[in-house]
T-cell receptor, first 113, second 115 residues
Framework: KAGVTQTPRYLIKTRGQQVTLSCSPI?????VSWYQQTPGQGLQFLFE???????NKGNFPGRFSGRQFSNSRSEMNVSTLELGDSALYLC????????????FGQGTRLTVV | GENVEQHPSTLSVQEGDSAVIKCTYS??????FPWYKQELGKRPQLIID?????GEKKDQRIAVTLNKTAKHFSLHITETQPEDSAVYFC??????????????FGRGTSLIVHP
């Protein structure tokens, strides 16, 4: 069974630009969550999508947004990039039928210069 | 919301020793507590989890204990090996909640096992 796939693996962007990250969950998983990981703040929850609907949102500004498609693949968008957005962005998928284990992708390393 | 505190932030042990990482949580409704291991440059991977109806769970050299009254849970690694060196994250969540699972993570513990 293929794992959670995130693309791209690495990205360098300039301040003010926008970026879109992609996450393909494990087949059959319907929930996709996004996290920002930085050395200073650890793993912080961004938002979670289930059946194309955002069900939960963390404490991040509106520049961070996402969506989920009918095949459960999810995208995360960050607009007007700031230097502080440099981080490893991880997505995790889980099978939401009473199963709570979450499986992480390899992450996208975003560097804002 | 939920708040998870994890200690210590760094743990250095000799190969063969035991290692214990402790976490406390604030939301008494949390009922699912997974532990993740993240090796350098790799994704976090689930190594063990425990639900609130169980006090202890063991899987070979790793075990997790849960004290619901005190709202803390711990990861125990026995007979540590150099390949156990990694960052370990605890998490707490109400799961499943409406079919979804939103964990709050601790800040992580960097475990270093010296040969």
């Amino acid at each position: 069974k293929a794992g959670v796939t995130q693309t791209p693996r690495y990205l360098i962007k300039t301040r003010g630009q926008q970026v879109t990250l992609s996450c393909s969950p494990i087949s059959g998983h319907r929930s996709v969550s996004w996290y920002q990981q930085t050395p200073g703040q650890g793993l912080q929850f961004l938002f979670e999508y289930f059946s194309e609907t955002q069900r939960n949102k963390g404490n991040f500004p509106g520049r961070f947004s996402g969506r989920q498609f009918s095949n459960s693949r999810s995208e995360m968008n960050v607009s007007t990039l700031e230097l502080g957005d440099s981080a490893l962005y991880l997505c995790a998928s889980s099978w939401a039928q009473g199963r709570t284990e979450a499986f992480f992708g390899q992450g996208t390393r975003l560097t804002v210069v | 919301g939920e708040n998870v505190e994890q200690h210590p932030s760094t743990l250095s042990v000799q190969e063969g020793d035991s290692a214990v990482i402790k976490c406390t949580y604030s939301d008494s409704a949390s009922n699912y507590f997974p532990w993740y291991k993240q090796e350098l440059g790799k994704r976090p991977q689930l190594i063990i989890d425990i639900r609130s109806n169980v006090g202890e769970k063991k899987d070979q050299r790793i075990a997790v204990t849960l004290n619901k009254t005190a709202k803390h849970f711990s990861l125990h690694i026995t007979e540590t090996q150099p390949e156990d060196s990694a960052v370990y994250f605890c998490a707490a969540s109400r799961g499943p909640s409406g079919g979804s699972y939103i964990p709050t993570f601790g800040r992580g513990t960097s475990l270093i096992v010296h040969p």
